[in-house]
Nanobody, 128 residues
Framework: QVQLVESGGGLVQPGGSLRLSCAAS????????IGWFRQAPGKEREGVSC????????FYANFVKGRFTISRDDAANAVYLQMNSLQPEDTAVYYC?????????????????????WGKGTLVTVSS
């Protein structure tokens, strides 16, 4: 069983940056796909970014391309999401998730397909 804990959320002004972390325990992330998802108030959960373990290939939702960067540190057993140029519409609870299937893109964003384990989320609020 994999346990995931997100951190790094907070309040930031429009145009600002945050770096989210996802720390894993219970298993090595070396063999897992990791995804970042978000859920804004009153909206469905949506995929933000995903990284495969096999080849480090990375995928981004169209609405974050060029602004967000996903990375992994296998030694630390953690995955990060660097978020730049944040906008109010990026306000949401951000979740990391992991599974053994490769990243799947549906409708221009990572799918929850194959994600078996989820963290409890960290809140990102973008507001002036």
């Amino acid at each position: 069983q994999v346990q995931l804990v997100e951190s790094g959320g907070g309040l930031v002004q429009p145009g600002g940056s945050l770096r989210l972390s996802c720390a894993a325990s219970g298993a090595s992330l070396d063999y897992y796909t990791i995804g970042w998802f978000r859920q804004a108030p009153g909206k469905e959960r949506e995929g933000v970014s995903c990284i495969n373990s096999s080849d480090d290939s990375r995928f981004y939702a169209n609405f974050v391309k060029g602004r967000f960067t996903i990375s992994r540190d296998d030694a630390a057993n953690a995955v990060y999401l660097q978020m730049n140029s944040l906008q109010p519409e990026d306000t949401a609870v951000y979740y990391c998730a992991t599974g053994t299937f490769r990243c799947t893109m549906i409708g221009g964003r990572p799918s929850v397909y194959g994600m078996e384990y989820w963290g409890k989320g960290t809140l990102v609020t973008v507001s002036s």
